[in-house]
C-alpha cells in the first residue's frame, strides 16, 4: 500500500513513470485483493441463498415455478401456528431478557471493578460454554425429577412434581437463561459509556435516585436495549436447540419444522418455503424492533427525536 | 453513573446469577451420582459416568472432529478475516460499505436458514456433502466475529507508526507485517480464540450438513436424546472445567474487559 494515495493522484498523468503507475495502481486493487477471499466465502452465502429460493418455488408436482409451497404454509393452521408459537414464545423471551438482564448490566456498571470483573468473567464462561450443556442443565433442574421440582416439594409449596418441561413456559425459561448474557453484555456497554456528571447534576438539581434512573439513565440505555432485544428476538425465534430438548415434541418452533421437513421427510421445497419466510420475519422484525422502540421513545421524550 | 443500585436491582442481580449459576452446579453435582437416574440429591458418588465418556465412541469421534473443524476454520477465518479487517479499516474503495455490510451478515441470517441454504446448495451443485462443506460453513460462521474483533483493533492503532517506517525505508508491505501485525497481535489473538469457540459450540446450522461423521454438540444432543444417565453430566463438567480454563487464560493474557 502507498503511504498517502491521494498524494500519488496529484502527479499529472504525462509524468506518470512506469514504477509509478504500477504503485498508484496497486494501491487502487490491493483492497480488492484483501477483501476478495472474504468475499468469495460470502458469495459462497448469498449462491447459497439464491437456491433457497429456487428451490422454494418449485411445486409440490413437476419442475414449474410457482408460490405453491408458500401457498399451503399460509394455507394450513398447523403450520401458521409454528409462526406465530416462534414469534410469541421469542416476545415473551426478549422480554424475560430485559427483565431480568437490565439489573445485572446496570448493577455491574455501578459496584465496584472487582465485582464487576467476576460477574464479566462469569458471563463469559457462560457464552463459551456449549450451548447444548447448558440446555441440559436446565433439563436437569426443570425436569419432573429436577431440582426446581424436588425444592418445591420439600418446601411444601406444592405436593406433586409440577410440569415445568414439555411446555412453552419451560421453552421460554430456557431461552431467557440461555440468551440473557447478550442482552446483559448489550446494556452494560452502553450503560459504561454515560457520562456520570449527568447524574450528578441531576442530584444537584434535586432529582431522588429513582428519578434520575428513569429520567437519565433509561433513556441514555435505549440503544442497547434496542441491540440487546434485537439479539435476543432473533436468537429465540430461530432457535432450534431449546425446544427440541425442553418442549419434548409438544412445542414445535419454525426452526424445528424445516428441520423434519428437510432431513427427516425430504420435503425440501416445503422446508426451504418455509426458512425462506423465517428470513424476510427476521429482518422484517429488525426493521420494526429498530423503528417501533423509536417511535416508543420518542412518545415518552427518551429518544431525541433528531435521530 | 449512579455509585449504587436501587435495592430491587440488587436483588435482582443475585436471581439472575443464582438462575445462571445453579444449572451449571447441578451438572457438577449430578456427573458424580453413582445410579443412573437424574433423581437430584444423588444416591451415592461414583466416577463412572467419567468413564463411561472414553467409553463412548460418538464422544472420543465428536470431540476429534469438532477440534479439527474449529482449528482448521479458526486459522482460515482468521487470515481472511484479518485481511479484509485490514482493507475495510485502511482503505476507501467503491463498494467498501456494501462488503461491509455483507461479511456481518451470517450473524443476521437465522442459522437454520444458513444451514438450509447450504444444504440445498450442496446438493443441487453436486459437490454434495462432504467435510469441505462442514469447513466452508464454519469458516463462514466464525468470519463476521473474527472481522469485528479486529477491525476494532485496527481502529485503535496509531496509522503513524506505519508511515514512520515506510520514511524511514520499509516497503509498506515490510512496514505492515513488521509494525502493523505485531500491533494488533492481541486483537488477532482474540479474534482467534472466539473463533474457536464459536465454531467448536456450533449446533444448528452444523446439524443440516452433517454428513458421516459427527461433531461433539451434535454427538451429546443424540445421546441426550436416546439415553438417559449422567453421562453428559461428566461430559459437561470436563467442558465447563476446560471453558474455565480458557476464559481464565484469556482474561491473564489479554485482558477480558478489552476483549468484550
Redesign the interface.
Known sequence: ???NPREEKTVPWGAMTVPRLRRVFAA?L???F??L???A??G??????S??FL?SLRGPDGPTLGLAQYRLLAADPTYRGYFTTSLRIAFLATLGCL???Y??A??????RRTVR?A????L???F???????V??????M?N???AN?ALLWLGIVRSPVRLMYSETGVVVGLI?GN??FMI?AISSV?SR?D?RL?QAAALLGAT??T??RRI?LPLSMPGVVSGSIIVF?LS?????TP??LGGGFVQM??NF??DQ??SLWN?PL??AA??V??VT??AM?ALLNAGFERLGRRVGIVDGRR | ??????W???A??L???A??????L??AV?SFNSTP?????PAGLSLRWYANILATDSFLKGLAYSAYLAVASSLIGV???T??A???V??R?WG?SL?NM??M??L???????G??????FS??GWGLSDLSLL?LH??IV?PYI?RIVTASLQRTDRNLE?AA??LGAR?VIA?LRITLPLIRNGIAAALIFAL?IS??N??AT??LISKTQT??VA??GY??TENDPT??A??TV??GM??I???L??RILG??RV?
Open positions: 500500500m502507498a503511504a487502487r490491493s483492497p480488492y484483501l477483501v477471499p472474504a468475499v466465502l460470502i459462497l452465502l448469498l449462491a447459497a441463498l437456491s433457497l428451490e427483565i431480568l438482564g439489573p445485572v446496570y448493577y455491574m456498571e455501578t459496584t470483573h460477574i464479566v468473567m462469569f463469559v464462561l457462560l463459551f460454554s456449549d450451548y447444548v450443556m447448558r441440559y442443565a436446565l433439563i436437569l433442574l425436569g425429577n429436577g431440582l424436588r437463561l440473557v448474557p453484555f450503560l454515560i456520570r447524574l435516585r429513582s434520575a434512573l439513565v432473533l425465534m430461530n432457535s432450534y436447540l427440541a430438548l419454525i426452526a424445516v428441520y428437510a432431513i425440501m422446508a426451504a426458512a425462506a423465517l428470513l427476521a429482518f429488525i | 453513573m449512579a455509585d449504587e443500585s436501587p430491587l436491582f440488587r435482582a442481580t436471581l439472575a446469577i438462575a445462571l449459576g445453579v444449572p451449571l447441578l451438572i449430578m437416574s437424574l433423581v437430584f440429591p487470515a481472511v478475516g485481511a479484509a485490514f482493507a475495510l485502511r482503505y474503495f467498501r462488503i455483507l461479511v451478515a451470517p443476521i441470517i437465522p442459522e437454520v436458514v444458513i438450509m441454504s447450504l444444504l440445498i446448495w443441487a451443485s466452508l469458516c463462514l468470519l472481522v508511515h515506510m520514511l509498506p505492515v469457540v467448536f459450540q449446533f444448528t446439524l443440516f461433539l454438540p451429546i444432543f441426550i436424546r453428559i453430566a461430559l459437561s467442558l465447563i471453558t474455565a480458557i476464559v481464565w484469556t482474561d477480558l474487559e468484550t
